[in-house]
């Protein structure tokens, strides 16, 4: 799983989160998958960030593909 960093200077080298990824707690299109005790979650751009303190503190990998939202135009 590739890590990846929230800060501008790290872009995301591997998008592998798809439409068909959906968020586990309101099921909109996943931006963020976290490993925790084996499980992959799965969270939109707005729960990864609700409850990214208290899972990087337990998740032994942090996928984030948020910077995907950012306007290109």
Do not use: P
């Amino acid at each position: 799983m590739n890590m990846t960093s929230t800060s501008g200077e790290q872009a995301v080298l591997d998008y592998r989160l798809s439409a068909a990824d959906r968020c586990d707690s309101c099921g909109a299109q996943a931006y963020i998958a976290a490993e925790v005790n084996g499980s992959e979650l799965l969270f939109c751009a707005h729960h990864g960030r609700k409850y990214e303190e208290k899972l990087r503190a337990v998740a032994t990998s942090w996928h984030d593909e948020t910077a995907r939202l950012v306007d290109a135009n």
